[in-house]
């Protein structure tokens, strides 16, 4: 290391020297086991939106062969000075329209929500989902201001990595011949799974991460670092029937890896999703020959004896007494009965489960049914309703709702549910990405809006149901949400079992590489409207949100067909309300002088719970106090009418938050401690500082 620091001294760059020092030292100190990758320079979000200014950094809108960071030192007229970040000294002039403001990983940022549409099929109820078109690291930073620690369920499809451009690290995107792709990949998701862990709720949160095998095991890795305290577990399941090769063995299947909070378990169902099952209610009644271990004749003689069987009847009319243990079993008739004797599979003798004097007893009952004769065993298969069952009889959880009139043995059935628990490997038709994705999409935006390797609807649906069934109030965060399939796998679970589950989505708006050289060659940039409307979340995402509730293509025609394993009709749309909104960036300095509460009332409204219609301002003028009943939640704004606010309030005991602005500490709690209401924040303070800690914590 000596050796190092010594060339090091020689260079003569002190910005360069110090930053390739402090990587020097970073390196010395990583561990040499475990998962290690490469921390790479911060990521970069540019901001279209934003002003460029003297002290903001910029880079180059088409930034593929310079990458370098500039900082403004002043703008004139159409033209602006900047320097180089790693070295100031070093300083260049751009055409204005040629840079984007962009924001660091870790720079402090005060984000707000712009209302872009919003579309009701629900107007009777109060719950609304929320699609946002930003950069997801940004977007966590917001979601961990509104809903630290309070979601229950977040499902992510994160980009596979496959060396197939199909995703972007720092605005480029990563193939198969960058060297650092999986450093870059593990480096991208470890700074959004850490923030993701906080949104959790801590007791009872699960995240699960859907993959392939490019990188499932880094990202295993990878979630046993973070996650350390959760319990991880693995799903296989099939998504490609029909299997993708290259020569070698034919890939039908991805995973979905699962953390489970301490508290958080999968509530068993009538499905275990182990293969095509249909939904029943039958219950197993159980074999009479004993298998496994203690199942051979000498273990228990006095439960080798014979059952007499009356095949024309098809019944089971008695048994005899056990057969002493030096006697060998005859298998002839007995007065026109068979007999059959506990033989097992292999021909030696075994025993049966239950003994003679139980066994005449379950046969009074009608518990008891005859199966197929084996002429290898020379014995039939009989089966009977065990102890456990009979218990469930008993206490209603099994229905006894037939008795065969020739027979007189029972027809039983689970009463609801059969309560089953949900395997770890799937193989379901409906799982088929090709069907149940592309094709899927393909009815709802037309073929001319393609989408890569979209997920089926129902293996997304299956993954977030099995967590949330007993959750009907769940609040559910995708922050991959790509073409939006867990929107529509939520809105299609609510619709099934009359739940209010509520889902946040998050995607960025890129364009495909192949779109952005057709854009770029016809002269058009990143930011522009009509770049910009070829993005996913312009083009994919949100159209297919408003469709599937509405029931309609995007041209507007009815949708065909009906939702699987369900008599709903594509065309009838999903009862259910959405908000498409697009993240920007404020300035903090007229934040706190109050200059910015229209651009943050989408804020206040999804942190009380996104209830009813986003409300809007449609004047300049602030009201002295904005009292939202549809929304549940109030807004104090000028702190001098506060005794009109608590008046106000007194009657509206549904207003369930409060935001109060003042400057002052003691004002705050002042009347905070008059007022009934239970939630209160004071603003900006509780923002500003939000996002201040957030920027200390990176």
């Given amino acids: 290391m000596a050796a190092i620091h010594d060339l090091l001294a020689q260079i003569q760059d002190e910005a360069l020297r110090n930053r390739i ?301 056990a057969l002493p243990f030096e006697e060998e079993p005859d298998f002839s008739d007995v007065n026109g009965l068979q007999v059959a004797w506990p033989v097992r599979t292999d021909g030696s003798l075994g025993r049966w489960s239950v003994g003679a004097e139980t066994f005449r007893e379950l046969i009074k009952k009608g518990y008891v049914q005859l199966g197929r004769y084996d002429e290898k065993r020379k014995t039939y298969g009989i089966t009977y309703i065990s102890s456990e069952t009979q218990k469930m009889i008993e206490n209603g959880t099994i229905d006894i709702v037939g008795r065969d009139e020739k027979t007189g043995v029972v027809s039983i059935q689970y009463s609801n549910e059969h309560s089953q628990a949900i395997r770890t490997v799937w193989y379901r038709t409906r799982h088929n990405a090709g069907v149940y994705g592309t094709n899927l999409i393909t009815s709802i935006l037309g073929k001319d809006r393609g989408f890569s390797f979209p997920k089926s609807l129902y293996a997304t649906y299956d993954s977030i149901y099995s967590i949330v069934r007993n959750n009907k109030n769940a609040l559910i965060i995708d922050f991959f949400a790509g073409s939006g399939t867990t929107l529509h796998a939520v809105n299609l679970m609510n619709q099934k079992d009359g739940g209010s589950r509520r889902c946040i989505c998050v995607t960025n708006n890129e364009v495909s590489d192949d779109e952005a050289k057709r854009l770029a060659s016809a002269g058009y940039e990143p930011g522009d409207k009509e770049w910009e409307k070829y993005g996913i979340a312009n083009y994919i995402t949100w159209p297919r949100t408003k469709c599937s509730i509405l029931g309609s293509d995007v041209a507007g025609n009815p949708l065909k067909g009906t939702y699987v394993d369900t008599e709903m009709q594509l065309s009838d749309g999903l009862y259910s309300n959405a908000a498409f909104f697009k993240l920007g960036f404020l300035d903090k300095t007229s934040v706190a002088l109050g200059l910015q509460f229209k651009e943050l009332l989408p804020i206040l409204w999804m942190k009380s719970g996104a209830i009813g219609t986003c409300p809007e301002l449609t004047s300049d003028e602030l009201p002295k106090m904005l009292i939202c009943q549809e929304n549940k939640f109030a807004v104090l704004i000028d702190e001098n009418s506060f005794s009109d606010f608590e008046i106000a309030l007194r009657d509206k005991p549904e207003i369930q938050t409060v935001y109060l602005i003042t400057d002052y500490e003691v004002n705050y709690r002042a009347m905070k401690k008059n007022l009934s209401v239970k939630i209160t924040y004071q603003l900006y303070r509780d923002y500003l500082d939000n996002f201040r800690i957030n920027h200390g914590r990176n």
């Avoid at 009872?204 to 392939?212: A, K, Q, S």
């Fill in 21 to 321: 020092e402090q990587e020097v030292d970073r390196l010395s100190k990583t561990k040499k086991f475990g998962l290690v990758f490469e921390q790479h320079l911060p990521e970069c979000t540019p901001l279209y939106d934003m002003p460029v200014k003297a002290g903001v950094n910029v880079m180059l809108k088409n930034s593929k062969e310079d990458k370098t960071l500039y900082m403004v030192l002043k703008v004139e007229g159409e033209t602006v000075l900047c320097a180089r970040k790693d070295n100031l000294k070093e300083q260049v002039s751009f055409a204005l329209k040629d840079v984007v403001r962009v924001a660091e990983f870790g720079e402090p940022i005060y984000p707000y929500l712009k209302p872009v549409d919003s579309v009701c099929n629900a107007p009777d109820s109060e719950l609304w989902h929320a699609l946002i078109e930003a950069d997801n690291y940004h977007a966590l930073q917001l979601l961990e201001y509104l809903y630290a620690g309070k979601v229950d369920c977040i499902y992510i499809d994160p980009p596979y990595n496959t060396g197939a451009k199909d995703w972007k690290y720092n605005n480029d995107y990563v193939d198969g011949a960058d060297v650092y792709r999986h450093s870059k990949w593990l480096s991208f998701m470890e700074k959004r799974l850490k923030i993701a862990k906080k949104l959790l709720n801590p007791k009872t949160g699960v995240l699960v991460v859907t993959i392939d095998e490019h990188e499932v095991h880094r990202l295993r890795m990878l979630l046993d670092e973070i996650f350390a305290d959760f319990y991880i577990q693995m799903v296989t399941y099939v998504s490609n029937p029909t299997g993708a090769t290259q020569g070698r063995f034919s890939r039908i299947e991805e995973y979905a890896l699962y953390c489970f909070a301490k508290d958080a378990y999968v509530p068993s169902g009538d499905d275990p999703l182990i293969g095509e099952n249909a939904t029943t209610n039958e219950v197993r009644w159980k074999s009479l020959l004993r298998s496994g271990t203690s199942a051979s004749r000498a273990d228990r003689k006095n439960m080798f004896y014979p059952v007499y069987v009356d095949e024309k009847k098809g019944i089971v009319v008695d048994a005899g007494e």
